[in-house]
């Protein structure tokens, strides 16, 4: 069974700074994926980055990164430059290979202070 | 339109009511899922298709609970007496191409038992 942990319920950050959301998860997949989504309060669910298990290379899309621990199973996501628009709540999910059904963390929400 | 579509957008059922929820994919995305999320909580896994049939129906929590999918492409979701702890924002998510693709979501049906 796979699980996935986020320990930050919330966090803020100032415009234009940088944070970065934790992510942590456990599976017995030998191939699996993951990613993260963001759900502003329209509902929609928006993929924002997402990782192959198997690739070394960190994802970069844009101002968005994540820093991937494979071995720690460690997964966070690192927002530079924040805008207004980023204020969401961020989910951190995990796929398996065969399906890609995903299991999702319990979100962070973060807000961008003007 | 290009995204998936969901209906309704809302629902609002008396207990021990049936609720047949609606999703429409993306054209041509053959992988459909559906997932449940609680208010404040992340996204439950329900039911998986590939093309009309469903591999893996692990996250349905009970046997009031069931979905179909025709033509490879329209699902409904279908809660049979339904129970206050149903209440919570049903999203539906499609894919195209191999399970390293993302799921594409709709913008999800809230429903609401009273």
């Known amino acids: 069974a796979q699980t996935v942990t986020q320990s930050q319920p919330e966090m803020s950050v100032q415009e234009a700074e940088t944070v970065t959301l934790s992510c942590t998860y456990d599976t017995s997949e030998n191939n699996y994926y993951l990613f993260w989504y963001k759900q502003p309060p329209s509902r929609q669910m928006i993929l924002v980055i997402r990782q192959e298990a198997y690739k070394q290379q960190n994802a970069t899309e844009n101002r968005f990164s994540v820093n991937f621990q494979k071995a720690a199973k460690s997964f966070s996501l690192k927002i530079s430059d924040s805008q207004l628009g980023d204020t969401a709540m961020y989910f951190c999910a995990c796929g398996d290979g065969a399906t890609n059904k995903l299991i999702f963390g319990t979100g962070t929400l973060l807000a961008v202070q003007p | 339109g290009a995204g998936v579509s969901q209906s309704p957008s809302n629902k609002v059922t008396e207990k021990g009511k049936d609720v047949e929820l609606r999703c429409d994919p993306i054209?041509?995305?053959?992988?459909l899922y559906w997932y449940r999320q609680r208010l404040g909580q992340g996204l439950e896994f329900l039911i998986y298709f590939q093309g009309n049939s469903a591999p893996d129906k692990s996250g349905l929590p009970s046997d009031r609970f069931s979905a179909e999918r025709t033509g490879e492409s329209v699902s409904t979701l279908t809660i049979q007496r339904t129970q206050q702890e149903d209440s919570a924002v049903y999203l539906c998510?499609?894919?195209?191409?191999?399970?390293?693709?993302?799921?594409?979501f709709g913008d999800g049906t809230r429903l609401s038992i009273l």
């Open positions: 054209s041509g995305h053959t992988a």
């Open positions: 998510a499609s894919r195209f191409g191999p399970s390293n693709q993302p799921q594409h």
